[in-house]
């Protein structure tokens, strides 16, 4: 059965390879492939055993594209989009409350007094709620009637960025969208929900009352951004979450508790040996997982730890004889069955490598002795999984924490056997209404944490102990290094190993790089940012738009995406004052203060005749000539910028509308370039098809959001391009475009596109 599993789940996996989902004709052909297979098998002994496993690659197959299908075939209508709209939705979460804005998940029972979007997943943002007067929030299980603008669940898509697309299909997430107004019609809290707002009323004034909320019911919406912060940057953020950890904790205070229990009330050998306590034992941890589930609302990440301890429970509980490496592959098998998507998702990744890490500590060293044995095998177990989680690290959080097995030596048994279990002593009294007796519980249990937060705090904010991406080998010597641990090879050979990597890569630090220009315009939603690559210098044009609360697209994508490609910018230019294009700069400002700027409300303006040489780079601004243009504040007043690298000519041309295109022309500007970036975000006020002819562009770029609400890009204005066939690449259908030139030759890539990434990256409605 084991072999079967396995060449299902390779089948799975093989479906997230693909390009697109599959057509009905194609899913079709490989169900009758599949039973012609098992039909086979059955027929022809000789057979049996190879095309069994042919059918099992297929059924994965099918699995994963059936899933991959579903997904995509989105309900949300153009009608629906671009216009605010009356709709019915349940609220099932709440995700955030910050003071600026709100974020509810929820089902769909209507969209404008339509019934066909009944059941269709919503995460809606409601920015300023006590704008119109005092609100209050929304909680789970209540239906609430709101107006709201919808829009498809499409995120940013960049090299670098946290991937939201993926993160949004992976959670079933159906509709995005911003609530303008909205009042309770129906429907009544769930009884989870009440227990939550019982906590908080037995934590308030509490100094940890947010990690209490999530420790106890996986509830996170109250946590601050400095406390997400400290946790991530210590090596801690598995703990604020009901995980696998913290499921494995009370599942095994159970089975201890029952154990002994039962042991104390069958005290004869035979009885004892007659009712086979671990037949009792598993069932009655596995009943206590389920429980402590419930309590984080079955979430994702909890269900998935709970599918895979019951898998170990069950084998237990029958008294299979099956090696552990054989039950993780049926524990991961049952997780892809319960949650198809689930390879979307980070957690999933860092679930399944932290069994599979403690199942390689099993079989790659022996058991310690000693009193201290349980202590030197946790920090063990630390200083691997931080070894070997750096590559994972560096993807999903940009750094590594160097302190992180310490301080989890310190921190996990403490909530393991002091925080976790007299704070859950401390819900009994909270249902009981007895919050003054709750409170005193809580503040004994979060004790230990108050008393070490400081210290979590200062570990944070040291540089030495948060070390970023960009100071850091690249993943695949870090890979290497992993591999020379894991190998069983003698302690001088690890270190000569190790030596040897070690010089290896100083050596290709050292190495020069490829002549080469990159020019990547990222996708930024609605708005603007060009980042120019040479070598491991940037150079920014743009840097996307800012909202109230501090969040800003330079945090979101800019930044990583320098970190990512291990860039330091050196200068920095902004065509125009807009939010759009202007919005990031303060954030870029503070976090590169060497940084070079201007343009935009700097003090260093951007007018015409300007130039410089920048790494074998030369610009020129075109744009605005006027010195009453000063500020480039209004869209014709945009600075627009002409880049050379050798034969390579790439224009930006910021917001500018027809009459400054035609003031160009009639200054008989320099403007042709093989690449041209499409004047305001595509407008129909922009790009006449006389400044075309002039420019004569190969390609263009334009930057857009897809759901923006302009029209963007203009009908006429695409025509036009399509006229003098000269093809678009559009950030809001593919994502990150990136130009590569040599300064002879160049080419245009999109890595995320449909016809380049895998189905999950491309636009469902393109």
């Not at 949300?76 to 409350?97: F, G, M, N, S, Y």
């Not at 744009?623 to 600075?639: K, Q, T």
Request: charged share 15%; proline share 5%; net charge positive.
């Amino acid at each position: 059965m084991d072999r079967w599993l396995c060449t299902f789940f390779g089948g799975y996996l093989l479906s997230f390879s693909f390009t697109a989902v599959l057509t009905w004709q194609v899913a079709l052909l490989l169900v009758g492939s599949a039973l012609l297979c098992f039909i086979i098998a059955h027929s022809v002994r000789s057979l049996t055993a190879v095309v069994t496993l042919i059918g099992c690659v297929l059924c994965g197959i099918l699995w994963g594209a059936g899933n991959a299908y579903l997904s995509q075939s989105y309900a949300l209508t153009t009608d629906w989009v671009q216009r605010t709209v009356p709709i019915a939705l349940k609220v099932t979460e709440i995700v955030a409350t910050r003071p600026e804005s709100w974020q509810l998940t929820g089902s769909l029972t209507h969209i404008d007094n339509d019934p066909q979007a009944d059941g269709l997943t919503a995460r809606l943002n409601w920015y300023q709620p006590h704008a119109d007067g005092p609100q209050r929030l929304p909680q789970a299980g209540e239906i609430w009637r709101l107006q709201a603008r919808l829009k498809y669940p499409q995120g940013t898509r960049n090299q670098g960025s946290g991937f939201y697309h993926r993160y949004l299909v992976g959670q079933g997430i159906q509709v995005l969208g911003s609530i303008k107004s909205g009042q309770r019609v129906g429907g009544s809290v769930t009884w989870r929900q009440s227990l939550v707002a019982d906590v908080q009323r037995a934590t308030v004034n509490h100094p940890q009352a947010d990690i209490l909320l999530a420790l106890l019911l996986g509830e996170r919406f109250a946590i601050a951004t400095e406390t997400w912060q400290t946790v991530q940057q210590t090596g801690l953020a598995h703990l604020i979450a009901i995980s696998g950890l913290h499921l494995s904790l009370v599942a095994g205070a159970a089975l201890w508790l029952c154990w002994q229990g039962l042991a104390a009330l069958t005290r004869q050998r035979q009885l004892r040996e007659r009712l086979n306590l671990w037949r009792f034992a598993p069932a009655f941890a596995l009943v206590a997982a389920v429980g402590y589930a419930w309590l984080a609302g079955f979430a994702i990440a909890t269900v998935r730890a709970l599918l895979m301890f019951s898998v170990f429970a069950l084998h237990r509980w029958l008294g299979l004889k099956v090696s552990a490496p054989r039950q993780f592959l049926r524990a991961v098998c049952l997780v892809v069955l319960v949650e198809p998507l689930a390879p979307l998702q980070m957690g999933f990744w860092l679930s399944v490598s932290a069994v599979a890490v403690i199942l390689l500590l099993n079989w790659r060293w022996q058991r310690y002795q000693g009193r201290i044995r349980a202590v030197k095998e946790l920090w063990r177990f630390e200083w691997f999984i931080t070894w070997l989680f750096v590559p994972v690290m560096l993807l999903g959080f940009a750094g590594v924490s160097t302190a992180a097995a310490v301080i989890n030596l310190v921190i996990v048994p403490l909530v393991s056997f002091w925080v976790l279990p007299l704070a859950l002593v401390g819900l009994l009294p909270t249902v009981l209404g007895s919050y003054a007796v709750a409170a005193a519980i809580f503040t004994l249990a979060t004790w230990p944490l108050e008393q070490l937060w400081p210290l979590l705090e200062w570990l944070a904010q040291q540089p030495w102990q948060w070390l970023a991406a960009e100071q850091l080998p690249t993943w695949p010597w870090w890979l290497l290094s992993c591999a020379v641990v894991v190998v069983p090879l003698n302690l001088r050979y690890k270190l000569g190993a190790m030596a040897v990597l070690l010089l290896a890569s100083a050596i290709q630090q050292q190495l020069p790089f490829k002549r080469e220009l990159r020019v990547h315009m990222l996708d930024v939603e609605q708005g603007s940012a060009i980042v120019l690559q040479r070598q491991q210098q940037a150079f920014i044009i743009d840097t996307g738009a800012a909202w109230q609360g501090g969040l800003s697209m330079a945090e979101r994508v800019i930044q990583p995406f320098l970190r990512q490609q291990r860039l330091q910018p050196e200068l920095g230019l902004i065509t125009h004052t807009d939010n759009d294009h202007q919005g990031g700069w303060q954030y870029l400002r503070e976090a590169y203060p060497h940084l070079a700027w201007f343009g935009g409300a700097n003090p260093s303006p951007c007018v015409a005749g300007q130039s410089g040489r920048w790494h074998d780079v030369n610009w020129r601004v075109l744009h605005p000539r006027s010195s009453r243009a000063v500020g480039n504040h209004s869209n014709n007043d945009s600075c627009v910028v002409l880049l050379e690298f050798d034969d390579f000519r790439l224009l930006v041309t910021g917001d500018i509308e027809r009459s400054a295109e035609r003031q160009l022309l009639a200054e008989l500007a320099p403007l042709q370039a093989q690449v041209l970036i499409i004047a305001h975000h595509g407008s129909k006020s922009s790009s006449e098809g006389y400044f075309i002819r002039h420019v004569k562009p190969s390609v263009a770029l334009v930057s857009r959001g897809r759901n923006n609400p302009y029209g963007q890009i203009h009908r006429e204005v695409t025509e036009r391009f399509q006229q003098y066939r000269i093809p678009i690449f559009d950030t809001a259908r593919g994502g990150q475009v990136s130009v590569i030139t040599d300064g002879k030759q160049w080419r245009v890539e999109q890595p995320f596109a449909a016809a380049n990434g895998a189905w999950f990256d491309s636009d469902p409605l393109q």
